[in-house]
C-alpha cells in the first residue's frame, strides 16, 4: 500500500494571532489559549493513527506538534520547508498598518496566489517549496503492507497552499480555502491516483 491520508494541523494560538499580527517567518510561542488548543487537539489528532510526524519548525508549529507526538508516541521530525509564509516587511503589523502602509496590498495578497508582499512570499512561492514534502513522504511510504496517514503541522497559508496544491486546483481557485482556526485541521484521503478533501476545518 502507500500514503492513503493526509492530516494538515495548523498550530495553536500565539498573542499576535489574537492581536491579529502578521507573524510569518517571526517566531512568537504558543500562548496560554495557545497550548491549551494543542492539549485538547492532540488526542484528536492522534486518533487517526500517523505513521509519520513531521512539523515546522518554527516554534509554534513545534511546540503543537510536540503535544501530538506525546499522544501518538511519535518522534515529530523537523522541516524548514513547512515555515509559514514570508510576509516579508509586513511582519509583526497589524491588518490596519499594512493598509495604511500599503493600501490595496492586502486585498492583492488575498485574492491572488502568484502575488507577493514586499521583500515576501506568494502562496505559489511557499507551495513549491513545501509540496516536495509530501512527493518525499509518499515515496518514503510507497513500500508499506497497510494504508498509511502523514501528518504535518504547520501554518494556515502553508497548509492553503499545500491543500490547492494537491488538489491539482488552478492557482485561480486557491483563495476559496479560507486559513484554518488555531489548532484546525484538513484531511486529504487518496482515491484512485488523486487526493481528495475529506474535511477542512476540523478542531478540538
Known amino acids: 500500500m502507500s500514503l ?26 504558543l500562548d496560554d489559549t495557545g497550548r491549551a488548543q494543542a492539549l485538547a487537539a492532540a488526542p ?23 503535544a501530538v507526538a506525546k499522544e501518538a508516541a511519535l518522534v515529530p521530525r523537523p522541516d524548514p520547508r513547512l515555515r509559514e509564509t514570508s510576509v516579508g516587511e509586513w511582519e509583526g503589523l497589524t491588518g490596519e498598518e499594512v493598509e495604511a502602509g500599503w493600501p490595496g496590498g492586502l486585498e492583492a495578497w488575498r485574492t491572488d496566489p502568484t ?11 511557499v507551495a513549491r517549496r513545501a509540496v516536495p514534502v509530501l512527493d518525499e513522504l509518499a515515496a518514503e511510504l510507497a513500500g508499506t503492507d497497510e494504508p498509511q496517514t502523514a501528518m504535518l503541522v504547520a ?50
Open 4 to 29: 492513503q491520508r493526509l492530516v494538515l494541523a495548523r498550530h495553536g494560538r500565539t498573542t499576535w494571532n489574537a492581536e491579529s499580527r502578521m507573524q510569518g517567518r517571526l517566531d512568537p510561542d
Open 44 to 66: 484528536l489528532l492522534a486518533a487517526y493513527e500517523p505513521a509519520v510526524l513531521v512539523a515546522s519548525d518554527q516554534v509554534r508549529a513545534w511546540r503543537t506538534a510536540e
Open 115 to 125: 502575488w507577493a508582499p514586499p521583500d515576501g512570499e506568494s502562496r505559489v512561492d
Open 155 to 204: 501554518h494556515g497559508g502553508t497548509i492553503i497552499a499545500l491543500t490547492a496544491s494537491a488538489l491539482g486546483w488552478p492557482t485561480a481557485a486557491w483563495p476559496s480555502l479560507q486559513p484554518l482556526a488555531n489548532c484546525g485541521w484538513a484531511v486529504l484521503d487518496h482515491r484512485v491516483d488523486r487526493w481528495r478533501m475529506r474535511a477542512w476545518g476540523l478542531g478540538a
